[in-house]
């Protein structure tokens, strides 16, 4: 069984940063992508970034935030700068992953992120 932990998230400034990682862990064979999506209070759950054979951004999160693994951990990173109030969501990790259960999508737990003005 494959789980997503995500750590990282917390209170920041407007104009801030915050780090996100997640690891993920179990009987891991091939982790095709992995990345990150967000869901603020009344919204739907967004794309964040995503980092596979590609990389993609948001265009809201485009040139603020950096999307990077480490392959040999199986953890993917979410930098975050230059920090909006609108930034603030809980904000969920997700990866295609094959392991001994077969090739599924997960997610994490999710981390709170909240950006005061």
């Known amino acids: 069984q494959v789980q997503l932990v995500e750590s990282g998230g917390g209170l920041v400034q407007s104009g801030g940063s915050l780090r996100l990682s997640c690891a993920a862990s179990?009987?891991?064979?091939?982790?095709?992508?992995m990345g990150w999506y967000r869901q603020a209070p009344g919204k739907q759950r967004e794309l964040v970034a995503i980092?596979?054979?590609?990389?993609n951004y948001a265009d809201s999160v485009k040139g603020r935030f950096t999307i990077s693994r480490d392959n040999d951990k199986n953890t993917v990173y979410l930098q975050m700068n230059s920090l909006k109030p609108e930034d603030t969501a809980v904000y969920y990790c997700t990866g295609e992953i094959a392991s001994t259960s077969g090739t599924m999508i997960y997610w994490g737990q999710g981390t709170q992120v909240t950006v005061s003005s």
């Open positions: 179990g009987t891991i064979f091939t982790i095709y992508y």
């Open positions: 980092s596979g054979r590609s990389t």
